[in-house]
DNA sequence: CTGTTAGCGCCTTCAT
DNA sequence: ATGAAGGCGCTAACAG
């Protein structure tokens, strides 16, 4: 591949020269040696390698994106979100799928090594640990961040989960339910406890159970929300011989695992909204096709993700710029999965 | 941030034996100098910059991924499964959505610029172009692959879609429909042209109707699907008016597409299977949650995934590597969106 | 077994 | 307006 020497021997000109070309700068060039380099880069089709470029000049353009699936397509919105804005300011998005907690952190080792620009974090599980290293860029995560000193170290960007929640419990209960189960999420990140902590304020608000019987963690999955369907639902549900009654309703933690919430219904023989009313978390498009379509508490999906981007952009630019937290609320869309209970 | 040489030098030793040391050679080190060094490494939680290793070994161990969207579920899933693969072999994905075909063009410079190790590209639409350059890294296509000239330069991975759509095609016949729509997909890609070569080819086969006003071509997104379907089933559409009926089924090329047709179906007032019959491609988890639950070729997207990555990787390491090209087949999964025609 | 050294390709200061 | 040269951090060939 040409390199720029070989490009400043066709133009007869100095290495130098052909940078000064390339980069507007910090020299003035004449007119018709930048003819003649233009030339030749044209002629060997050259481009910097960015590399070396990397190297020499400390910045890779390139950012880390840490994300737990692309199948959720929660997580699938927001990562083509934030891929766009990237796009737009010229940087590349590395991307790490972030399964399980040990391989974040190798993941997140490996973005270091590679000197990219800034990391951003969805829904982590090892900021702590980030947290106390020496040396990372900035970093941005989509999710709220809370260190144990209640100092910030890093912006933050994320949705009121605790009253969002709140609200779609609230909504339920409105259509008069008052034994509401919670399909809760898997990990041990403040959004998943968030959302059980709203269920559960709303539930106390109008002194409705809020037990633990009531509440079955599943992964961020179909199948997970099936199987939470089941422990909540099912003949043997813990719930049920507590409460000498079945759930009217059920508040998910997020659209992915409301799926197989809707398909384990179906396998219990209980129809929805009929026997069993629904409301799910996040609001992505997939929530508009499924029988019934979801109500769903709809996150600005678009927002948080362009907005951590610009937000970790900033960072890079001023390294010292003071850690923000932007907070989005989210709004109920209207399926047709939730109705008044059966009497 | 610690460099090999302040290792080197607490370690009282030089920085090639810091190297030695952690790449394992090339040459040996004695067991108390090795000893000095790691406590050092330790001791600055040093660990290599990646970037000059880069420069300095020609191999960066990151693989680009150029794909559509993340936001179809197909494509999400063949990401996820990509991913895996490159994680378990130590390298990292570097992605952009090309989402347009100018986008594609800007992110594989960039990819290259950044001298990744290979490429992936996944319905790409510029490959004509790629061919076209004097040097670039290894490249595996997620689609089929036709040379001008016959001869293959990059290998490939996909499915058999004329052979696939036709059998899905031939599913509907099966049940009694003739008069068959098609929603084809929206890129000028082998894969897409194939779907309603499948889909004509099975309708021949059969003299049932396969003319041009029976497909409608619309972007593999659901709002997509529903315009298709409004041109396809609407009050005034061409394939009514040729053929004095309404078409009693549609052959959709994607799963995101199909999502759209049923929501346009509900609008329409036609209901599935009842009045129009569906059967789509792709088979991604999404499909298992419709309403009603679609019957689709599943496309084993776990296996394109992990062997366009393998592909890759071996092709990087034996760059004079014959080019191969990978068939799978699909599967029919039932759902539940097809029936007989209304008599 | 260990140290020295020459680049990898680029950017930029300094000298011309 | 241009050229020469240092150095980013690392690897590996070469010399002790």
Redesign the interface.
Known sequence: ?ATRADVAAMAGVSPAVVSYVLNGGPRPVSAEARARVLAAVEAF?Y??????S??RGGS?R?IGLLIP???N?YF??L??AI??EL?TSGN??????TDDAA?ER??L???????VDGIILISSRSLASVER???TPPIVVVDRVESADGSRTVSSVHVDNVADSAYAVEHLQGWGHRLIGCVAGPWPVPACGERVRGWRQQQDAIGAPSGDELVAHAEFT?DGGAEATYALLGADARAISVHDARPTALFVSSDAQA??V??ACAVLGLRVPEDVSIVSFDGT??A??????LTTMRQPIQSLGTTAARLLLEAVQQPDLEPKAVVFHSNLVLGASVAAPAS
């Open positions: 591949m089709d481009r910097p390698n960015a590399i070396a990397a190297l890779t390139a699936s692309t199948v397509p699938a919105e990562a083509d891929e766009g796009y590349l998005l590395s991307v790490g799928i391989r190798v993941h080792r490996s973005l270091i090594d590679r000197r290293r020496r040396e179909a799926h197989g809707l398909h498009q997939s508009r096709f499924t029988n019934p379509p």
